[in-house]
């Protein structure tokens, strides 16, 4: 090895790719800025909005199990991570969601009814209500990445300072797309947020078998554009994090990479069983660190927490996701035949094939 080699070796090592992680609120609830003004006004309202998503979730969880809605993929534990990211927006950005995203669908101004019917499989279920730029739930995994930099570049190109914010998961970062749309936003300088919600699993696959990288956030550098790495669970952190990356790419200074370091309790989705992967007693541990209930901690140090209001306001939510599974099956069904609908312009030759059977079967 020559000397010059050696000593660059050196400096390589001592080069800092630390990305430490953001907190506002530490899981006991206290401060971790004394200094910092921490708006209880707004963070009362964020428990309310958590407590919302995690009451919406799991009755589509027993939804599901009374085969009154398909197969459902749970998000509790990422209410601060989605609710922290969306509260930053503005109506006219745009929304690309995967199918793990409801709280920050909701939160933007996604109706729990339309949710619902999306998860029963209703192409109406995909349409956001009148104004609101949210796409329909991505499934294919990061594909959503690249739509969020063409519509963000787009808006740049004419001239408007929207911003589009695209939701994945920490296996959507080992997907080439993932790269690619880091890339062209880097080179191109779209006003795009580029959000990770790391809840340690794709499926059944821990992050630690899946990447070699310390952090999602360090992906961020062989890009040039910043990458922030954030306690997901402290919503007042997220939501401090995405008011400066939205500030930033409105007033066009580029991309921003988020890590959301964060949790998620249930199964992947409703059709599997994460026994088989993983230790039960650890999301008992995690409890600890839960979001409601470190923001609970806060507000009661800060004496803000009512018990009675808190229960006024369960109970309305409760009687708000009532109406909302009530409007929903109430709805008509659905024209199966819709399914041969919105992809194509023309169908292929195949799917033309497929449609006249199934049609032969549904009048037969
Ligand atoms: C392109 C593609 N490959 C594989 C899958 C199958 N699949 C569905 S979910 C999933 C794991 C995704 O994990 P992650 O990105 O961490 O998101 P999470 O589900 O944890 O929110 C995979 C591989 C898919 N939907 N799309």
Known sequence: MTTSLSSYLDQLERMDHDYPLLRMIQPDGSKAFAEDDYDVTLLLSFYKQMLRARMFDRKAINLQRQGRIGTYAPFEGQEAAQIGSASALQQGDWMFPTYRDHAATMTYGHSLETIFRYWKGRIDGCVPPAGLNILPPSVPIATQLLHAVGASWAERLKGQDRVAIAYFGDGATSEGDF????????????????????????????IHKQMKSRTIAQKAFAYDIEGIRVDGNDVLAVYKVMEYAVEKARRGDGPTLIEAVTWRYGAHTTADDPTKYRDQSINEERRDEDCLLRLERFLRQEGVFDEQQIEDATHEIAMEIDEAVERFERAEEPNPNDMFDHVFEDLTPSLREQHQQFQKEVTS
Do not use: K, M, R
């Open 179 to 206: 790269h690619e749309g880091l890339n062209f936003g880097s080179a191109f300088n779209t006003p795009t947020i580029f959000f990770c919600q790391n809840n340690h699993f794709a499926i059944s696959v821990p």
